[in-house]
């Protein structure tokens, strides 16, 4: 089983849906847990980090289920400059970020 | 401020060359990560440094690659003979204390024929 999986997608859908991606991880002793978002042909960035209340940010949010080991992004009112490749990174030791392979969004007019 | 810089951002070569890939961290930063993207294996972390000093290496593929950071400031992966297997884009990433926020340089995107 690999570490961090994710739907590769791609997930197209319309401007103003709502849109969720989920993402399931293998080591029950991961600590901390974060999206990040790339550009078509950039640098990985930090989209928001995941808390185990659940937490939000805009026009999304971020969830938790240690339980499950399972992480879900929910951004809703899609925009088109939403389109990008959605991240999901486990930290389990001090240091170690393990990244998905990331779930690909287009969103279209 | 200026972020993680990486250099070259392109570069196409041969079989059998030697491939220098150079990041310079964001000043302060105390731990520094060389990852390799590929379509098929995506972000995978070759390297960690801390305080310069080499913690993880486990991802290095092979005797081929090494990795050095002499100083805070510049850190350098070596790919020496290189393959057309190496193909990929190369990331080096930098954060201070334990990272949740990694810093992502642009990318050496290498091929190699």
């Known amino acids: 089983r690999k570490e961090v999986e994710q739907d590769p997608g791609p997930f197209n859908v319309p401007e103003g849906a709502t849109v969720a991606f989920n993402c399931t991880y293998s080591?029950?002793?991961?600590?901390?847990f974060f999206w990040y978002r790339q550009d078509c042909r950039k640098e990985p960035k930090l989209l928001m980090s995941v808390y185990s209340s659940g937490n939000e940010d805009g026009r999304f949010t971020a969830q938790l289920n240690r339980a499950s080991q399972y992480i879900s992004l929910l951004i809703r009112d899609s925009k088109l400059s939403d389109s990008a490749t959605y991240l999901c990174?486990?930290?389990?030791?001090?240091?170690?970020?393990?990244f998905g392979k990331g779930t690909m969004l287009l969103v279209s007019p | 401020d200026a972020g993680v810089i990486q250099s070259p951002r392109h570069e196409v070569t041969e079989m059998g060359q030697e491939v220098t890939l150079r990041c310079k961290p964001i000043s302060g930063h105390n731990s520094l990560f060389w990852y390799r993207q590929t379509m098929m294996r995506g972000l995978e972390l070759l390297i960690y440094?801390?305080?310069?000093?080499?913690?993880?290496d486990s991802g290095m593929p092979e005797d081929r690659f090494s990795a050095k950071m002499p100083n805070a400031s510049f850190s350098t992966l070596k790919i020496q003979p290189s393959e057309p297997r190496d193909s990929a884009v190369y990331f080096c990433?930098?954060?201070?204390?334990?990272?949740?926020?990694?810093?992502f340089g642009e990318g050496s995107r290498l091929t190699v024929l």
């Open positions: 080591n029950s002793a991961s600590q901390s």
């Open positions: 990174v486990v930290r389990s030791g001090y240091s170690t970020l393990t």
């Open positions: 990433a930098s954060s201070n204390e334990a990272p949740g926020e990694l810093f």
């Open positions: 440094f801390n305080n310069n000093v080499p913690i993880d």
